[in-house]
């Protein structure tokens, strides 16, 4: 199997009436933030309307989720069995295009400390490709432990991680995602959690 994806062949992916259903209540409402609302607060590279890419990248496989265009919700969308860089490329042009993706934001492996290593560099090196490649805006974010809640949610459903490792991808690149527009500062990454 090479994609794992809730879409069907040559239709519309099903999660954009959900999206498109919170497009037109957002545009139909007051656009004042409630006192308890998140900050509105943009990256420095990332617009702060409009729907992001979240990628959990891996050699193997990656994971891709997407938010709202409002940046509230973010939703696991698929798992992308990598393959050569044209065909990576043709088919994340195809979900920027579907999702009028307006940024993308990748999860960036860092050390317990917070110091970057070896597949940090390998990411930021995808990251770059990606960003000159799609044009797109690119923010990378700090994805530790993003793995391990996406196992436990796996795990309370019944779901054995090891078994569905294409499940596993595409819920930590909604975590990742969710955490980056949760983040009070999208500026700076999070700090490291106890």
């Not at 006192?35 to 409009?50: A, E, F, I, M, R």
């Not at 970057?116 to 805006?137: S, Y």
Request: hydrophobic letters at 40%; one cysteine or more; proline letters at 8%.
């Amino acid at each position: 199997m090479t994609v794992v994806s809730p879409r069907a062949a040559g239709s519309r992916p099903a999660f954009l009436a959900l999206v498109d259903a919170a497009n037109d209540l957002s545009n139909n409402r007051d656009m004042t933030h409630a006192p308890n609302s998140p900050p509105s607060t943009d990256s420095p590279s990332l617009p702060g309307h409009g729907a992001l890419l979240g990628l959990d990248y891996g050699t193997k496989r990656l994971g891709i989720a997407v938010c709202n265009a409002d940046q509230t919700i973010a939703v696991p969308v698929e798992t992308w069995m990598v393959r050569s860089p044209e065909q990576n490329l043709r088919h994340l042009r195809e979900l920027i295009e579907d999702y009028r993706a307006v940024g993308i934001v990748l999860g960036l492996p860092v050390r317990l400390s917070g110091a970057e290593g070896d597949q940090a560099g390998v990411v930021r090196q995808f990251g770059n490709w990606l960003a000159d490649q799609t044009r797109l805006p690119v923010a990378y974010w700090d994805e530790r432990y993003s793995s391990m809640e996406a196992e436990v949610l796996l795990w309370t459903q019944g779901i054995s991680p090891t078994k569905s490792k294409e499940r596993l991808d595409r819920l930590a690149a909604q975590i990742i995602l969710q955490a980056f527009l949760d983040a009070p500062d999208r500026t700076s990454p999070p700090a490291p959690k106890v």
